[in-house]
């Protein structure tokens, strides 16, 4: 497809793709700018939905008189259109040039429990809602409302906070039509419906509601309507969707608050009871901003919670520092025996488990160490780092460049390719994995000692789409995809060959891809078998106003087994896409009331078996791993190892 800026053909390149959103694919067009264009009722996106079809077409034609009347004087932090793409006879508008924010992140994953993980700090979080506020009081006084304000059209970049998707601001006579679930204010919906749905106009005030819904979830990692209702009255249960027509909270006593969520005493009185009033009592207006600038945040030395408050609100007792005994006594709870094996007051960073049983990297006190206490090295994780351990090497990804560091040898650099602020690479037992410029390649085996032994040994597996392709690896196969304007192309490898096969067809969900994740199983033999493995898929996307979660199991040959959908935050072993291991053909799935089976029976994917005794030691945020000896659980600060009856 061609489009034209100022009569000048621009002609659409999947590899210059760096956007796919639910009504728009954006690109580079090198010189600053990016290029967001509108998908049309064609976009295979689309393909057999009639809806999304229709409410294409009637989006395009609003725009055409909309985006010639654009405000002038917004927010230098808008990114609002610069110049209009059109047809080649200038009359169509199919969409417009923008500046482009480079290495941005959306605030999405502010409220993500591995960013604070991971070293993003509570301060640093307060700092850019304060920057947002400054930016939203700018647009209001432009005479201007954002509408469907939510935290994926707020990207963040080098502590600056940006607003995108300007093209659905309302102002004048153009109203904005869409919304999403999460941050619609329900006193514009009709609460006779069964759950959030816009039915009156946007204004400043619901702009507001959904700002504080922002920082709520990027200060607490979870939103007003987070958790699980428990009534203890049958007749008092309503569907997850609908909580915010009847304002049930996490502040109510009924709702199970989410383990992986920071704990709401962490924040001081008077911005706790602002919360209170704006989701439970309705208030309205202007956030009061000097409630984000006056936060004074500490972590407390014993149990390293952050927290603005005179003391920390949470701690009971000092944690154990890694150095500390490597095991402690076992506690039994119905069939479930659990033995503490690790406990940090720092961070657990990445895990693994292997012939040499169980592999750890920690931050703590400055330093980066081993499961064994060795240093790696010293300085402070970073939000856009990966981590992952590799035997005794440990691999550290920012930006383009992956490092390894092995004991006794020089650390190895090896260039890769992003997806957004994700370096791609992945590893197994055997090799290290990396895309590059067009290219899947594999390492040798673990141990090489230096940068030209690494690079030399690199086996091109095959050719995917520079900077645009993410993929996982198991035992003995890989799964991948990328998704480029007008192509979705999903793929399978062989673990060890070269050769990939890309024509697996994955069922992507409809909307916007916001998250990704992959485990894989194999059969039982060790080595494994050929042709016995499993990929378990976990996609999330914003679609028709909700986030839904999708999971496809696809066999080594490339064949889709099973599929399934659930919505975020059920409480089902879906609603999360987290916590997730496979071995021997099922999946284990951790929940915040304990881990689940879940198998796959004639097509469909089955939840087989659940296991309460587990559920005081996971959360949904729990990384699983199988090993000889049980199951391990890896949380932020402790690792143990479950044994099931």
Not at 17 to 22: A, D, V
Not at 500 to 527: E, M, N, Q
Not at 589 to 596: I, K, N, Q
Request: contains cysteine; aromatic residues 8%.
């Amino acid at each position: 497809m061609d489009v034209y800026l100022n009569g000048k053909r621009v002609r659409l390149d999947p590899r210059s793709s760096i956007g796919k959103g639910g009504e728009a694919d954006v690109f580079d067009l090198g010189d600053g700018r990016a290029l967001k264009v509108w998908k049309t009722p064609d976009h295979p996106d689309y393909a057999g939905q009639d809806a999304e079809q229709r409410a294409a077409e009637g989006r395009i034609e609003r725009h055409q008189d909309k985006l010639r009347v654009f405000p002038r004087a917004l927010p230098d932090q808008v990114i609002a259109p610069v110049e209009l793409a059109t047809d080649k006879a200038r009359k169509h508008i199919v969409g417009y040039a923008m500046r482009l924010v480079r290495g941005a992140e959306p605030l999405l994953r502010y409220g993500e429990p591995s960013m604070r993980q991971g070293g993003l700090t509570a301060a640093a979080a307060s700092e850019v809602l304060a920057r947002l506020h400054r930016i939203v009081d700018g647009i209001h006084t432009c005479g201007v409302v954002i509408g469907d304000f939510n935290d994926l059209n707020v990207l963040v970049a080098g502590g600056e906070a940006f607003v995108i998707d300007a093209d659905s601001f309302q102002f004048g006579p153009f109203l904005c039509q869409v919304f999403t679930e999460r941050f619609v204010d329900p006193l514009l919906c009709d609460p006779s419906l069964p759950r959030p749905s816009l039915a009156r106009p946007y204004s400043q005030g619901s702009d507001w509601y959904a700002f504080a819904v922002m920082v709520m979830q990027s200060l607490l990692c979870v939103g007003p309507y987070g958790g699980v209702f428990r009534p203890r009255s049958a007749a008092a249960r309503v569907p997850q969707c609908a909580r915010p027509l009847h304002r049930i909270t996490v502040f109510d006593r009924d709702v199970r608050y989410p383990k992986p969520a920071i704990p709401y005493q962490v924040l001081p009185d008077d911005l706790l009871e602002v919360l209170y009033r704006i989701f439970v009592k309705d208030q309205r207006g202007v956030f009061p901003r000097r409630l984000l600038e006056s936060l004074a945040w500490t972590r407390c030395p014993a149990c390293g919670v952050e927290h603005a408050r005179a003391s920390c609100p949470t701690c009971a007792s000092a944690g154990r520092s890694i150095a500390g005994p490597a095991k402690e006594s076992a506690a039994a709870r119905g069939e479930v025996v659990a033995t503490r094996i690790l406990s940090t007051r720092g961070v657990i960073l990445a895990a693994a488990v292997g012939a040499g049983g169980l592999a750890a990297l920690v931050h703590e006190d400055g330093r980066f160490l081993r499961e064994d206490g060795s240093v790696v090295m010293s300085g402070a994780p970073h939000p856009a780092m990966r981590f992952a351990v590799h035997g005794q090497a440990t691999l550290i990804g920012r930006g383009g460049e992956l490092v390894v560091l092995s004991p006794g040898a020089a650390p190895e650099r090896v260039q890769v390719d992003c997806v957004g602020t994700r370096p791609v690479f992945d590893v197994n037992a055997r090799a290290r994995y990396w895309a590059r410029g067009g290219q899947l390649l594999r390492s040798g085996r673990p141990g090489a000692a230096a940068l030209p032994c690494e690079e030399a040994a690199a086996v091109p597996l095959g050719e995917v789409l520079a900077g645009q392709t993410i993929f996982w690896v198991g035992p003995s196969f890989g799964l991948g995809f990328y998704r480029a304007g007008n192509v979705s192309i999903a793929f399978v490898f062989d673990a060890e060959r070269p050769g990939i096969k890309d024509t697996v067809k994955l069922p992507f969900p409809g909307g916007k891809l916001t998250g990704a994740t992959c485990v894989f199983d194999a059969d039982s033999g060790s080595p494994p078998r050929k042709g016995r493995g499993r990929a378990w898929l976990f996609l999330a996307a914003e679609q028709a106003g909700r986030t839904v979660h999708r999971c496809v199991v696809v066999r080594e040959d490339g064949a889709v087994e099973a599929a399934a959908d659930a919505e975020a935050g059920d409480g089902s072993w879906l609603g999360a896409l987290t916590g997730k291991c496979a071995a021997s053909g099922f999946l284990l799935s951790a929940t915040d009331a304990g881990v689940v089976r879940v198998e796959v029976r004639g097509g469909a994917l089955v939840e087989a078996r659940q296991f309460p005794g587990t559920e005081p030691f996971v959360s949904q945020s729990s990384r699983l791993f199988v090993g000889p000896e049980g199951l391990f659980v890896v949380d932020a600060q402790v690792i143990t190892l479950l044994r099931i009856a």
